[in-house]
């Protein structure tokens, strides 16, 4: 899978405005200002193909981008952001709640959280309720560049500790430095695989004699 063949497709304030789900979608959740953005251009090597601000709030729909023809990248506005009206808010919950609860494509929720922070009540919270629905999700700790290599391991065993995780299940990551990126690459790589071969069974059931 070519990361960089990246071209942005639309920007869904509302589910009726998504694409059809015949590619897999990953999303990307996280706080307000985390670097949900910033992540996806590391990972695509655009530097500005998503804007990016040191101001929260700057993500405020789900914005899709279509990779090398095969899968879709899903932006998602951050969460936690106190400076936001309660109504806005609560839109955007709505609006990503439905999202997570009925996208049938979605094959993956990339959540990321800040290494230099102890575990927030939110991002529990969001994985929590991923779990108990189920869904496929992946802790992506960022920003790593601003800690040492000591400190990234003591933060990262307590998110897990938190997150009740094990190493295998999570990335340490940086958009800076690329650190985390090739781990990634190939997890991203290996569950769209997963939904070309889940498809593939789809057709197989359909052509087989009854
Ligand atoms: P919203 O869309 O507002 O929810 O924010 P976001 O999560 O998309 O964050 P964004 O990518 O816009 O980044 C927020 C700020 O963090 C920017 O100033 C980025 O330059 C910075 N940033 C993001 N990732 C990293 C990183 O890995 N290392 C460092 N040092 N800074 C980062
Ligand atoms: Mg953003």
Request: glycine share 6%; hydrophobic share 40%; with cysteine.
């Amino acid at each position: 899978m070519d990361f960089s063949k990246v071209q942005f497709m639309l920007s869904a304030h509302s589910l009726g405005q998504l694409p059809d789900p015949i590619y897999p979608d990953i999303a990307f959740a996280g706080r307000s200002n985390v670097g949900k953005s910033s992540l996806i251009n590391r990972l695509v090597r655009r530097a500005n193909l998503v804007k990016t601000s040191s101001r929260p709030g700057k993500t405020q729909s789900l914005n899709y981008f279509l990779v090398d023809e095969g899968l879709y990248l899903v932006d998602l506005p951050g969460y936690g952001f106190a400076q936001v009206s309660q109504q806005t808010r609560k839109s955007w919950q709505g609006l990503i709640t439905r999202y997570v609860e009925t996208r049938s494509s979605l094959v993956c929720m990339v959540v990321i959280i800040d290494l230099r922070h102890e575990l927030k009540k939110l991002d529990r919270e969001l994985i929590d309720w991923l779990r108990y629905l189920h869904k496929p999700f992946l802790p992506v700790y960022t920003k790593a560049d601003k800690l040492g290599r000591n400190d990234q391991r003591k933060n990262a065993a307590l998110l897990d500790a938190g997150l009740t995780l094990t190493p295998a299940d999570r990335i340490i990551f940086s958009s800076r430095t690329g650190q985390g990126l090739d781990q990634l690459k190939t997890k991203i790589a290996a569950l769209v695989t997963g939904f070309q071969g889940s498809d593939e069974a789809a057709d197989n059931d359909l052509t087989d004699p009854i």
